[in-house]
């Protein structure tokens, strides 16, 4: 199948990524949120990333012409045209199994339907459809435009030609992909990397060390780009939350569990650079300011 309509569902943090990296590799792309003007604001992030990469010489063409491929949606009925569909709306069962179960509908036959979710089962989500076999996991990293891992996950029911046409695709937008072969909560990268954040955070708690030291060596001692504080502040603390409580649920593994000071955190709405404050404290453009605590 040739891949030539793209929609993307949700244009939060990976959503706008998602558009921005498959309107960069030359495909048309129907971007839809809840409300116009939150799609108009993912637009807006998408325009000012692609500005930045252009004026770096990291991609080819102008704005205009990227930002021309890219058109806001209003309503799902948009997705009658897809031939693939990134779903990246918030992380929460329900509403990603009602949205399937609305795209199976809209969609054309031939669509594949790919969730960017990080640790649902991608068989819980395909089971509201009447297409479990073109039902897929495609999980992107943060920030899309910089990350090159994408995990293709295979549900029990996705078929194998599925799983060739997302791989083909990601690979198309500039990725490597990393297959995973068995939807267990979390894949691979984030079921190797939350037991770590994990005991950041407990050591944190414990009062053994600070979270500026602990970014600090895990990326002098590692050679990480990112802490992990830092990088939870970037992704969301609530997403990463979610996720490690459906991994927990799943496995009731307590290297999984979240530690309670990231339970109060997201309660508070701490949620890291998106609010202003999370592991640490931002200014209005999003500059680090220092820790929060
Ligand atoms: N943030 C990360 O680093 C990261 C990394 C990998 C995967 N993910 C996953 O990607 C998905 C999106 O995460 P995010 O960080 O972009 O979250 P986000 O909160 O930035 O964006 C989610 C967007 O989805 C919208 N939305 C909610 N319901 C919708 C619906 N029915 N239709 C259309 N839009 C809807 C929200 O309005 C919001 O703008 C989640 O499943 C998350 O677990 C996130």
Same mark, same amino acid.
């Not at 031939?110 to 395909?126: E, G, K, Y």
């Given at each position: 199948?040739?891949?030539?309509?793209?929609?993307?569902?949700?244009?939060?943090?990976?959503?706008?990524?998602?558009?921005?990296?498959?309107?960069?590799?030359?495909?048309?792309?129907?971007?839809?949120?809840?409300?116009?003007?939150?799609?108009?604001?993912?637009?807006?992030?998408?325009?000012?990333?692609?500005? #930045?990469? %252009? !004026?770096?010489?990291?991609?080819?063409? /102008?704005?205009? $012409?990227? *930002?021309?491929?890219?058109?806001?949606?209003? &309503?799902?009925?948009?997705?009658?045209?897809?031939?693939?569909?990134?779903?990246?709306?918030?992380?929460?069962?329900?509403?990603?199994?009602?949205?399937?179960?609305?795209?199976?509908?809209?969609?054309?036959?031939?669509?594949?339907?790919?969730?960017?979710?990080?640790?649902?089962?991608?068989?819980?989500?395909?089971?509201?459809?009447?297409?479990?076999?073109?039902?897929?996991?495609?999980?992107?990293?943060?920030?899309?435009?910089?990350? #090159?891992? %994408? !995990?293709?996950?295979?549900?029990?029911? /996705?078929?194998? $030609?599925? *799983?060739?046409?997302?791989?083909?695709?990601? &690979?198309?937008?500039?990725?490597?992909?990393?297959?995973?072969?068995?939807?267990?909560?979390?894949?691979?990268?984030?079921?190797?990397?939350?037991?770590?954040?994990?005991?950041?955070?407990?050591?944190?708690?414990?009062?053994?060390?600070?979270?500026?030291?602990?970014?600090?060596?895990?990326?002098?001692?590692?050679?990480?780009?990112?802490?992990?504080?830092?990088?939870?502040?970037?992704?969301?603390?609530?997403?990463?939350?979610?996720?490690?409580?459906?991994?927990?649920?799943?496995?009731?593994?307590?290297?999984?569990?979240?530690?309670?000071?990231?339970?109060?955190?997201?309660?508070?709405?701490?949620?890291?650079?998106?609010?202003?404050?999370?592991?640490?404290?931002?200014?209005?453009?999003?500059?680090?300011?220092?820790?929060?605590?």
């Amino acid at each position: 199948m040739q891949v030539k309509q793209i929609f993307v569902a949700g244009a939060g943090l990976m959503g706008a990524g998602i558009a921005q990296v498959c309107a960069q590799a030359g495909y048309e792309v129907r971007v839809r949120d809840l409300t116009e003007e939150i799609t108009a604001q993912g637009l807006e992030a998408i325009r000012w990333s692609v500005g #930045k990469l %252009v !004026e770096k010489g990291r991609v080819e063409g /102008t704005v205009d $012409e990227i *930002m021309g491929r890219i058109k806001p949606a209003t &309503a799902l009925a948009a997705a009658e045209e897809a031939d693939f569909v990134f779903e990246a709306i918030i992380e929460n069962l329900e509403a990603k199994r009602d949205l399937f179960a609305e795209l199976d509908k809209i969609c054309p036959a031939h669509t594949v339907l790919a969730t960017n979710t990080s640790a649902i089962p991608v068989t819980d989500i395909a089971e509201a459809t009447r297409r479990p076999a073109q039902v897929v996991g495609t999980h992107f990293f943060s920030p899309v435009p910089m990350m #090159k891992a %994408v !995990e293709i996950v295979k549900g029990l029911a /996705t078929s194998n $030609e599925t *799983m060739d046409i997302a791989a083909e695709l990601c &690979a198309s937008l500039g990725k490597e992909t990393i297959r995973v072969h068995r939807d267990v909560a979390g894949m691979v990268l984030n079921r190797i990397n939350f037991p770590s954040t994990v005991e950041a955070i407990k050591l944190v708690e414990a009062g053994v060390a600070s979270v500026e030291d602990i970014d600090k060596g895990m990326r002098l001692g590692f050679g990480r780009p990112m802490g992990p504080f830092e990088t939870a502040d970037m992704a969301g603390l609530e997403i990463g939350l979610n996720a490690m409580l459906t991994v927990y649920r799943e496995t009731r593994d307590p290297k999984f569990h979240p530690p309670m000071l990231l339970q109060r955190k997201v309660k508070l709405g701490h949620l890291g650079r998106k609010t202003g404050i999370g592991w640490y404290k931002y200014d209005s453009n999003g500059k680090k300011l220092g820790p929060a605590d």
